[in-house]
C-alpha cells in the first residue's frame, strides 16, 4: 500500500496533477474568449493578460501605467501582512492556548471573541480608516483582525483536545509545567497550531486587499482597485493570479518553515 | 511504624521494609445530588521489590486506585505514603504504565526512552549510553529511530516500559498494560516484564483482569469485588519461579482463582 503509494508519487503524471485544473481552466477560457461567448471587454484574451503580466512583473518602468511596479506593489503587500499576520499570532496562539487549557480564560474570552467573529471584517473598515488613516496601519489592523481568530481558535481546540495520557505521562516524569508546555503540549497541539496558522495566513491575503482597496498608492490590492477606475480588466485579472500565486506560495514557505523548525511539526501535522 | 525497618531498607532490594502504605482509602465520586462510592477501605502494604496483582473484574475500581497511587486523582479519605511520605502529585518515584499507547507520536522511540532524563543532572554521554542500555534491555536496540506509528503495539509499549524503567522508579505502576496485545505478544511481553523485574527490582503494582496473568506474574494478589470496589482477598502466590505457563500447580491455581472472582 505504502509502497504503491510511494511508487505513484516518483511518476511524471504525479507531477503535474497540480497543473491539471488550472490548465484546463485556461483551456475552458481561451474557448470561450474566442468563440466571442463573453466578450473581451469583459474577460480579455489569455494571451492578453499574459503580455499584461509580463509588462506588469518584468516591464521597465515608463513602458505602461504599470509596467515593472511588480517588485514595490509586492513588497509592501508582503510587508503588511506579515505585520499583520505575525501579530495575529502574537496575540492569538498564546491566548488560544490558554483557553483551551484554563477554563477561567476560556470562559473568560469566549463570549467576546465569539461576538467579534461575528461582526463581518469588512465592518470595521470604515472605523479603522478613521483611527488609522488609509496606508499601512489601517491594512495592518485588518488583517491582524481577521487572522487572529482562525489562529486562536485552532489553538484552543487543539490544546483542548490534547491527549491528556501525554501530559499524565509527562506529570509522572516529573516534567515540571514549563517544559511540559513547549515539550509536551505545544507539539501535542501541532496539527491544529497549522491549521490555524494556515487559515489566518489565507484570510490575511483576504484582508490585504480589503485595506488597500481604500486608496494607498502601492500594493497588489491598490493595483486591482486602480485597474478597476480605469477600465484596465486584463490588469485586474493579472492582480488576481499574482494574488492567488504570491497566497499559494506563502501557504508553503509556511509549512516548510514550521516544518524546518519544529520536529513535531514534521513528524505529525 | 518500625522506623528503624525503613532505615536499613535499601531501595530496590526484595523484602526489605514496605515501599508502599495504603490505609482505608476511599473514593466517591458525586453523582447527581448524591455520592457514588467506588473504592471503600483500602489498605494493603506493598514491600520493595514485591511484584502485587491487582486482580478484579471491569468497574470494580482497580484503575482508580492505580490513579490514585500515582497522583492523578486524590482519595476522598485515607491516605497513601511512599516511603513514608504522603503521595500528593504525580512524580517520577512512582512510574505508570499505561492501558492505551502513550507514546508521543512527534519524538522517535530513543526519544521518547530519554525524554524523562532531561534536565536530570547526568552528562550527555552517560545519558546517551543510559538510553542505549535501556533500548536494548527492552529488546528494540534496532528500533531506535523509528516513530511510534511505525511499530507494533507490543513494541509500544516495550517503548513504555523503558522511558519510565529508566528513570529509576520506586514503584511501577501498570494498568492492565498488554490487554490490547495479542495472545502472543502478551506472553512475550509477560516474560519481558519477569526478566526485568529480576534484573533491575522494582515494586511493581499490576492491575489486571486475567486470571492467569496474574497467576503468572504475581507475588501477591489483591483480589477485588465490585461495588463498591474493596480488597476481597490477598492471596499469595507461592508457586516457585520461573514458573511454567502449563505446569499442572499453575493451572489448579489459575482455576480456583478463577472460581472465586466468578462468586
Known sequence: ?269 | MSSHLKAVALPGRKGKGKILEIERLQKVFPMDGGFLPVLEEITFLAESGELICILGRSGCGKSTLLKILAGFVPPSFGKVLIKGTPVKSPGPDRCVIFQEDALFPWLSVRENIAFGLTGRDQSKKSRTLEVERFLELVGLGEFGDYLPHEISGGMKQRVALARVLILKPEVLLMDEPFASLDAQSREEMQNLLLTLWQELAHTILFVTHDVNEAVILADRILLMSKNPGRIREEIRVDLPRPRSRDSSALLNFSRRLYEALRD
Not at chain 1, 499576520?85 to 467576546?112: D, E, K, N, Q, Y
Not at chain 1, 485597474?227 to 509556511?254: E, H, K, N, P, T
Open chain 1, 1 to 269: 500500500m505504502r509502497e504503491r503509494h510511494a511508487k505513484m508519487q516518483h511518476s511524471g503524471a504525479w507531477r503535474i496533477l497540480p497543473a491539471v485544473i488550472p490548465a484546463l481552466f485556461i483551456l475552458a477560457w481561451t474557448a470561450v474568449s474566442v468563440t466571442g461567448l463573453i466578450p473581451t471587454y469583459l474577460l480579455p484574451h489569455p494571451l492578453e493578460i499574459a503580455g499584461t503580466g509580463y509588462t506588469y512583473v518584468l516591464g521597465q518602468p515608463g513602458e505602461g501605467p504599470y509596467a515593472g511596479r511588480f517588485l514595490s506593489d509586492a513588497g509592501a503587500s508582503l510587508f503588511r501582512v506579515g505585520c499583520g499576520f505575525a501579530a495575529a499570532v502574537a496575540v492569538g496562539l498564546p491566548l488560544g492556548v490558554l483557553s483551551g487549557r484554563l477554563s477561567l480564560i476560556h470562559r473568560l474570552m469566549s463570549t467576546t471573541v465569539n461576538a467579534l467573529r461575528a461582526v463581518p471584517g469588512i465592518t470595521w473598515l470604515p472605523l479603522a480608516m478613521v483611527w488609522f488613516g488609509i496606508g499601512l496601519r489601517t491594512t495592518v489592523f485588518l488583517v491582524a483582525l481577521a487572522a487572529f481568530f482562525p489562529v486562536y481558535l485552532n489553538a484552543a481546540a487543539g490544546a483542548r483536545q490534547v491527549n491528556p495520557l501525554w501530559l499524565q505521562a509527562g506529570a509522572m516524569m516529573g516534567v515540571r509545567r514549563l517544559r511540559g508546555t513547549f515539550a509536551i503540549l505545544l507539539p501535542g497541539t501541532m496539527s491544529h497550531l497549522m491549521t490555524g496558522l494556515r487559515l489566518g495566513l489565507g484570510i490575511s491575503w483576504a484582508y490585504l486587499v480589503l485595506g488597500e482597496l481604500t486608496g494607498v498608492p502601492n500594493g497588489l490590492g491598490a493595483v486591482i482597485m486602480d485597474a478597476r477606475m480605469l477600465g484596465r480588466i486584463d490588469m485586474i485579472v493579472v492582480g488576481i493570479i499574482v494574488i492567488a500565486v504570491i497566497g499559494r506560495i506563502s501557504d508553503q514557505l509556511l509549512q516548510v518553515g514550521m516544518k524546518f523548525c519544529f520536529k513535531s511539526a514534521r513528524r505529525t501535522a
